[in-house]
């Protein structure tokens, strides 16, 4: 069975960064899309970025030139950059898995929490 693992994620100052770790077991992520969501309190999950297996990138234009995702295959890792962050990225992050970039995955992580102060 798939797993995805969340890492990375805390407390920063606006303006700062943070890189948030997605470790796969079960399946390689450059054979799956990964994205990443994220959910704050009391609003809809919204969709951030999502790597297809080809390479492929989409980002939400609300962290579009801020957040940036890459793929290491060799550690079966994706990571999502997250420079200059702002309070209304306060948000717990999931990463997910499905073999395109897809708004409900079929493989989830269980999150992290990233709470950015102003």
């Known amino acids: 069975e798939a797993q995805l693992d969340e890492s990375g994620g805390g407390l920063v100052q606006a303006g700062g960064s943070l890189r948030l770790s997605c470790t796969a077991s079960?399946?390689?992520?450059?054979?799956?899309?990964i994205g990443w969501f994220r959910q704050a309190p009391g609003k809809e999950r919204e969709g951030v970025s999502c790597i297809e297996s080809d390479g492929g990138i989409g980002t939400a234009d609300s962290v579009k030139g801020r957040f940036t995702v890459t793929r290491e295959s060799a550690k079966n890792t994706v990571y999502l950059q997250m420079n200059d962050l702002k309070p209304d990225d306060t948000a717990v992050y999931y990463c997910?898995?499905?073999?395109?970039?897809?708004?409900?995955?079929?493989?989830w992580g269980r999150g992290t929490q990233v709470t950015v102060s102003s």
């Open positions: 997910a898995a499905d073999r395109r970039c897809v708004n409900d995955p079929r493989y």
């Open positions: 079960g399946l390689a992520v450059d054979a799956y899309a």
